[in-house]
């Protein structure tokens, strides 16, 4: 399942876990419902999760979509990292929370230790040369410090945060962005609020 995005994600889980209290598979109507998009959307979904053989479809039969265990990880491990709003890759932005919730544990198994991490959405490019990429969602491990060289979440001093690389240096702390076109920035301090420890790449 390492190769599926977040929203794949949850719409496979939303499958097993109709079918195991149902006892019979979820319409596109319900999934649609669900989460609150048409029916074309679901179908996109369910096309491309056909194409990575993470469910099974019979066509003209109701009802019928199946979720494929074999393709999942044998632990079937099920946990959820809190999505909480989205973080600058580039220039920094407001700090915000909206949280809901993603099934990123098959990815990493990080079952164990799901209390201290959360998701932010990126947004830009400033990360770029680390494999990090606009809209990506990255797993923070929630720290107040951080080694050097370390790519961490850094609240502002304004109250914006950023995603950057962080360097405790003489007299400053130096930001560095992972884009060769893009400088660095420079603080004399910043509050940490966490350390990148993953990436779920964005569909």
């Known amino acids: 399942m390492a190769n599926l995005t977040p929203r794949q994600m949850r719409v496979v889980e939303f499958i097993r876990r109709f079918r195991a209290k149902r006892g019979y598979a979820p319409t ?3 999934i649609a419902s669900h989460f609150g998009v048409i029916k074309a959307t ?8 056909v194409e990575k053989g993470v469910i099974r479809r019979r066509r003209y039969e109701h009802r019928s979509l199946e979720v494929v265990e074999s393709a999942l990880p044998e632990s079937e491990r099920r946990d ?7 973080v600058a890759a580039g220039e920094p932005i407001e700090a915000i929370e909206e949280r809901e919730w993603v099934d990123v544990g098959d990815v990493l198994g990080l079952s164990g230790a799901r209390r201290s991490l959360y998701l932010l959405e990126v947004r830009g490019d400033s990360m770029i040369d680390d494999g990090i990429f606009d809209g990506d969602y990255v797993i923070i491990e929630k720290r107040p410090t951080a080694h050097n060289g ?8 304004d109250g914006t945060a950023t995603l950057k690389r962080f360097y405790k240096e003489k007299n400053r702390i130096r930001l560095q962005p992972a884009n060769a076109k893009l ?3 420079y603080v004399r301090d910043v509050t940490l609020r966490g350390v990148v420890k993953g990436v779920v790449r964005a569909m």
């Open 183 to 185: 400088k660095p920035i």
């Open 42 to 49: 679901v179908q996109t979904y369910l096309r491309t999760l």
């Open 150 to 157: 370390e790519t961490v979440v850094a609240l502002m001093p």
């Open 80 to 86: 959820a990292l809190p999505l909480v709003g989205r």
């Open 28 to 30: 596109l109507e319900e």
